[in-house]
Every structure is written in C-alpha cells, then in structure tokens.
C-alpha cells in the first residue's frame, strides 16, 4: 500500500519575518561599514592633497632660493665695480659691471611687479618669482642682498634670504 504522505510533513517551515529583519539587519551593518571606509578613504586623499600642494609650494620657494642666490653670488664675485654707495643705505636695485674674456658686462638686479629680474648685457630673465623686500647694501667691499621669496600658491610658505657677498672675490 501506497502511502499518502504530504511533500515537508513535520518540517518546520521557516519564519520568513525573521529572515527579512536579518538582511535588513546585515544591510545596515555593510552600509555602516561601507559608510566609515568612504569617510576614511576621503580623509586620506583630502591629507594627501594637502601634503601635495605644501610640498610643492616648498619646492618652489626651495627652488627659488637656489636660483636667485646662485646668479647674485656669481654676479657680485665676478664683479669689479657696482653702483652701490659704500655705507649709503639699502636700495631696491643695484647694478654689478665686471670685464672678462667676453669683453664688459653689466648686470642690473631688480623686482619688478613680485619677480627678481636680471638684465645683463641687454637680456632680461627672470630668476625668482614670488620676491618680496629685495635690498641691497655695500659696507666696504661686503654686498649684502636681504629679500624674502613667498610661494605663488601658498602665502604661508616663505623663506627669507640675507646673502653677505665679497665684490670681486671671483
């Protein structure tokens, strides 16, 4: 004899309420989780950018520091007459002439609207840009050129810049 029992007799079936209220429950723990990743993932690139755009802006006072000292200690070393009265105070602009194999040469230093330009021999190029406070003062036959290179990108990244240079030491 053929027994007529029915498919799933004296299985409990499962609540599908409970079921629901554990995705639920799940969901909400994933997107919490997900939530305070995407808050640390953006405070990290929002810290990177951050360092990113200082270290730039030291690179480029860096780089303008270098540069605008190279040419003035090369200028003022080569030079053998300048228009700087001994003791006479700062000015904003000197002028170094110096002769040498080339023939005579005479380099003017200036700011011109924030850029340290260098005229020499009739060529203008500009060495640093971002300058503020350029002076120049001779005592005898001591150039002292003070000036203070402030980032384009940055104001609160700045370096101030005293060379103390011998006229004619080259």
Known sequence: MISSLKPNMGIRKKDRSAERGLFVLEFAVAVGFMGILGSLVIT???QGWEINSRNRAIMDVAVGTSTSST?????????????LPDGGGAQAT???????GGGAHVCDF????GEFSRTCDATTISIARSIANLS?????ELITVSYDVISAERGDISDSVELNVALGAG
């Open 110 to 113: 200036a700011l011109v609207s």
């Open 94 to 100: 000197a002028q170094f002439t110096w002769t040498d």
């Open 136 to 140: 120049f003062e001779r005592t005898g």
């Open 44 to 46: 990290m690139l929002a």
């Open 71 to 83: 040419w003035l200690v090369r200028d003022i070393h080569l030079a053998t007459a300048t228009d």
